[in-house]
């Protein structure tokens, strides 16, 4: 009696899903790592290119600032004090002190300020600029001398006493001293050459990383590239919202302390989009993170259940 060989032989095992699906430990940390430098990277050379490098956008950003309280109290301090320093009028000088600096603090208000807080800016940004294109030593600062200038056209017109001896001299702001603008310049000049590039690297990366994942592990393997990704985008939004945070308090360390309100509005102002560009990448990142793992999961079920159902 012959027996079949067919039937009595091992038939071999399918290898686990897992180790089909596994995507390597040391790839996941590796993406992760560099997910938590191209992420800030990237956010921080397109903010050079498209907004500190564009004078439209600038302006724009710094604009609403005519109506901040910080920034409309230095204006006032600025210009009162400028104006007092040729004006002596013995024991009358702390009443007309008091009487122009509410003046100007009126002015503030109005939209003859707000146009002339634009055209400042729109001139500062161009020594924004060139401060930091240029030598050591130099500070970054905003000349309120075309904010002087209309506010003592404005204040003659009304017929201010003393207005008329307003001096309209170059009046400065600082934004950053000349320490920390010595410091940031070779940064500013390295993010501007890197320019949008670092976003475009970032995002093929991904595309890569996700297919590749997918064509050899197949669809879990996809799933848990994805998942990886979402995880370094929330390390980079992070990464990122510190880098702004330390930022900030480094660029306030050397402003004078009667600067030192406005030019945190104005830090704040320039800045905004960054802070918003955090929590944009900070949900991206949770969505890709917790789809993948929900994904993954309710296939690893279905899996199960077939097995059972076999």
Known sequence: MRTSSSATSPTPSPAPASAISAFPAALSAALLVLLAVLVPLSALSAWVDLEIDDTDR????????????????????????????????????????????ETVQ??????????????????????????????????????????????????????????????VERTEITLLGPGQADELRDSFRWLRYCSIWPAVATL???????????????????????AIVGAGFVLGAIV??????????????????GDRDAAAAVVDALTAS???????????????????????????????????VR
């Open 240 to 257: 990122l919202r510190v880098l702004v945070a330390v930022g900030r308090n480094r660029v306030l360390d050397e402003v004078p302390g």
């Open 106 to 167: 009126s002015f503030t208000t109005t939209e003859a300020f707000r146009d002339a807080w634009d055209t400042a800016n729109r001139v500062a940004h161009q020594a924004v600029k060139a401060a930091l294109d240029g030598d050591s030593g130099q500070a970054v600062t905003i000349d309120l001398a075309p904010v002087i200038d209309q506010v003592k056209q404005d204040l003659v017109r009304d017929g201010v006493p003393f207005a008329d001896q307003i001096p």
């Open 58 to 101: 600038y302006v724009a950003a710094v604009s609403p600032l005519s109506s901040d309280p910080a920034v409309q109290a230095t204006v006032t301090d600025l210009v009162t004090e400028e104006a007092m320093r040729r004006i002596d009028l013995g024991p009358l000088q702390d009443t007309v002190r008091e009487f122009l600096h």
């Open 204 to 226: 093929v990366l991904l595309v890569l990383v996700v297919g590749i994942a997918t064509v050899r592990g197949g669809l879990r393997a996809g799933l848990w590239a994805t």
């Open 274 to 308: 960054l802070r918003t560009t955090v929590w944009w990448v900070l949900a991206v990142g949770a969505v890709l993170l917790v789809g993948a793992v929900l994904a993954r999961v309710l296939l690893r079920r279905r899996g199960k259940t077939r097995a059972d």
